[in-house]
Nanobody, 126 residues
Framework: QLQFVESGGGLVHTGGSLRLSCYTP????????VGWFRQTPGKGHEGVSC????????YYQDSVKGRFTISRDNAKNTVYLQMNSLKPEDTAVYYC???????????????????WGPGTQVTVSP
């Protein structure tokens, strides 16, 4: 499985924006379904947004629709998550996952068993 290094998190006020990046140093992302997941203390990883490796279709969790945008640059082996209009409930550690075994983007966002990287902390203050 691919393993990523996530970055771009930080502390912002409600309504602020952040752009997260996750980079995999050793493999090409071509053909991989990718996703951003988040975890809060005491809970499992929750799919936030996922993107197809074949047709660039996307899926967003209802709570982030219209605020978050997932994108990818296969040439740079990097997946991005642009987060706007951030809310305190977006506070979490954010991770990337990728696989060729799941091609449906909605299924990707409920998949599990990824090899998680260090994640990047996003904290949104009221």
């Amino acid at each position: 499985q691919l393993q990523f290094v996530e970055s771009g998190g930080g502390l912002v006020h409600t309504g602020g924006s952040l752009r997260l990046s996750c980079y995999t140093p050793t493999y090409s992302l071509d053909g991989y379904t990718v996703g951003w997941f988040r975890q809060t203390p005491g809970k499992g990883h929750e799919g936030v947004s996922c993107m197809s490796g074949t047709d660039d279709s996307t899926y967003y969790q209802d709570s982030v629709k219209g605020r978050f945008t997932i994108s990818r640059d296969n040439a740079k082996n990097t997946v991005y998550l642009q987060m706007n209009s951030l809310k305190p409930e977006d506070t979490a550690v954010y991770y990337c996952g990728a696989t060729k075994l799941v091609t449906d983007v909605q299924q990707m966002c409920v998949a599990s068993g990824f090899s998680w990287g260090p994640g990047t902390q996003v904290t949104v203050s009221p």
